[in-house]
């Protein structure tokens, strides 16, 4: 069982950056696949980035050239995953989501929401023109 935590979210403008962040704690080593994923209110889950259990990240295409995503294990039970987001556009506006998988190893790309066992509650990020 994982707990997963985000935080900085909030307002921005666009063109600035934001970086949140997920404090992810349990047993970690079982789910050594993480990814951020976000949503906007009616409309589907997607996903933006994910660091794949070698540590290589992969990216969604539309994001590619603006997001950053890194993790620092901390010992046997924390991790915590980042996502930096530069150049916002309003259209980054959504619930933002850490997820974590025990079912997915390496990626070379985003894999969909249905393989992320575990997730966090979202913070919310607000891009205003």
């Known amino acids: 069982q994982l707990r997963l935590v985000e935080s900085g979210g909030g307002s921005a403008q666009a063109g600035g950056s934001l970086t949140l962040s997920c404090e992810i704690s349990?047993?970690?080593?079982?789910?050594?696949?993480v990814g951020w994923f976000r949503q906007v209110s009616g409309k589907e889950r997607e996903g933006v980035a994910a660091?794949?259990?070698?540590?290589?990240?992969?990216?969604?295409a539309a994001v590619k050239e603006r997001v950053t995503v890194s993790q620092d294990t901390q010992g046997n039970s924390k991790r915590i995953l980042t996502l930096q987001i530069k150049a916002l556009e309003p259209e980054d506006t959504a619930m933002y989501y850490c997820?974590?998988?025990?079912?997915?190893?390496?990626?070379?790309?985003?894999?969909?929401?249905?393989?992320?066992?575990?997730w966090g509650q979202g913070t919310q990020v607000t891009v205003s023109s």
């Open positions: 997820a974590a998988s025990s079912r997915v190893n390496n990626v070379l790309s985003v894999p969909a929401a249905s393989w992320f066992d575990d």
């Open positions: 349990g047993k970690i080593f079982r789910s050594c696949c």
């Open positions: 660091i794949g259990c070698d540590g290589v990240p992969a990216y969604a």
